[in-house]
């Protein structure tokens, strides 16, 4: 076995400890290689379970959160997906291997045009990156099968949750920025919507309007 096998083997490991049991997700996880989404002096930590400083102030996100999230949505191939909070890009290309199409929006354009680099390196094609303030919903596209907050909110944003289908699933960190945090997850019924918290979370906050970069 060499060093990047036991390296990946450890990761998957470590996500199933913690909670990831979804084969498909695990499956996801294992070909995407994080190590493409952290730059620089963090680099050789991209298989370690923990959240990494990116550009802009912003952070991606802890490998077992991500798989904690994805597994929550019970993604379908045929499904069309709304990322908030590009980011480095990371969970939009796990999103990716186990949906039809993913829009992916960040306020910060720099972070867009890096995740954008990613995507096209890995040839991942099926991820459509803008620059745009996820906080009115992304009305082009809507409505989504799938949408996934990756801020926190202080509430379930609603023009998030008007371009939800019913039938539709919404993952997203609620409470304020500089505490602990509550993941939801959001069920869009014929006639409203059922609210589950699933597990404390620790997000930068979402931001209303966009970024100077
Ligand atoms: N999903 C990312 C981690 C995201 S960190 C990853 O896999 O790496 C949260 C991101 O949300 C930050 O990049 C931040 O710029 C973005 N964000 C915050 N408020 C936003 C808003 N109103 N609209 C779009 N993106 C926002």
Same mark, same amino acid.
């Given at each position: 076995?060499?060093?990047?096998?036991?390296?990946?083997?450890?990761?998957?490991?470590?996500?199933?400890?913690?909670?990831?049991?979804?084969?498909?997700?695990?499956?996801?996880?294992?070909?995407?290689?994080?190590?493409?989404?952290?730059?620089?002096?963090?680099?050789?930590?991209?298989?370690?379970?923990?959240?990494?400083?990116?550009?802009?102030?912003?952070?991606?996100?802890?490998?077992?959160? #991500?798989?904690?999230?994805? =597994?929550?949505?019970?993604?379908?191939?045929?499904? $069309? !997906?709304?990322?908030?909070? +590009? /980011?480095?890009?990371?969970?939009?290309?796990?999103?990716?291997?186990?949906?039809?199409?993913?829009?992916?929006?960040?306020?910060?354009?720099?972070?867009?045009?890096?995740?954008?680099?990613?995507?096209?390196?890995?040839?991942?094609?099926?991820?459509?990156?803008?620059?745009?303030?996820?906080?009115?919903?992304?009305?082009?596209?809507?409505?989504?099968?799938?949408?996934?907050?990756?801020?926190?909110?202080?509430?379930?944003?609603?023009?998030?949750?008007?371009?939800?289908?019913?039938?539709?699933?919404? #993952?997203?960190?609620?409470? =304020?920025?500089?505490?602990?945090?509550?993941?939801? $997850? !959001?069920?869009?019924?014929? +006639? /409203?919507?059922?609210?589950?918290?699933?597990?404390?979370?620790?997000?930068?906050?979402?931001?209303?309007?966009?970024?100077?970069?």
């Amino acid at each position: 076995m060499t060093p990047e096998d036991e390296q990946r083997m450890r990761f998957v490991f470590a996500l199933r400890q913690k909670g990831v049991m979804d084969a498909r997700v695990l499956e996801a996880m294992e070909k995407v290689d994080r190590g493409a989404f952290v730059k620089g002096i963090f680099s050789d930590r991209a298989y370690e379970d923990m959240p990494l400083p990116i550009a802009c102030g912003q952070t991606i996100s802890q490998p077992s959160v #991500v798989g904690l999230m994805t =597994q929550a949505l019970s993604l379908e191939p045929r499904h $069309k !997906v709304l990322e908030i909070g +590009t /980011g480095s890009g990371y969970q939009a290309a796990i999103l990716s291997q186990l949906a039809r199409r993913v829009y992916t929006v960040d306020r910060h354009k720099r972070l867009v045009t890096e995740a954008q680099d990613a995507f096209d390196a890995l040839g991942l094609s099926n991820i459509t990156a803008l620059a745009s303030d996820g906080t009115r919903g992304f009305p082009e596209q809507a409505p989504f099968d799938r949408i996934i907050v990756t801020a926190a909110a202080e509430d379930p944003p609603g023009p998030l949750l008007a371009e939800l289908k019913p039938g539709g699933i919404m #993952v997203v960190p609620v409470g =304020q920025s500089d505490t602990v945090q509550n993941l939801i $997850k !959001v069920t869009r019924t014929e +006639t /409203g919507f059922d609210y589950e918290e699933m597990r404390q979370v620790r997000f930068v906050p979402l931001v209303e309007g966009l970024g100077s970069d």
